[in-house]
C-alpha cells in the first residue's frame, strides 16, 4: 500500500459497502447504506476520467445493485399479513 494514503483513499467505499452491509442496527442502516453509495459513486466517477480498470468498475455496479436489494428488503410489506422481508434478532 502507498504511503501517501492514496490506496487508502480508493479503497474507501470497500470500507463503507463492508460497514453498512455488516451493520445489524436497523436504524442505522440507511445513514451506512447512504455514505457508501456516495463513496461508491465518487470512486465511479474517477474512473470514468481515467477510463481505465473496467474490473473495479463492474465490482462498483454490484455493490449498488447490492445496495438495492438491500434497501427492498428494508421496505415493510405492502400487504396485510405479510411480514417484513429482513429480520434482525430474535
Known sequence: MPLDGIGLEL???RLLFQSAV???DR???PARIQKA???IMDRAEELMQ???NESERMVLLDAL???R???SMLQPATQ???EPRLKTGT
Open 11 to 13: 479503497d474507501n467505499w
Open 22 to 24: 455488516l451493520e445489524l
Open 27 to 29: 436504524q442505522c442502516l
Open 37 to 39: 453509495k456516495s463513496a
Open 50 to 52: 481515467q477510463k481505465s
Open 65 to 67: 445493485d447490492t445496495f
Open 69 to 71: 436489494d438491500l434497501s
Open 80 to 82: 396485510a399479513g405479510q
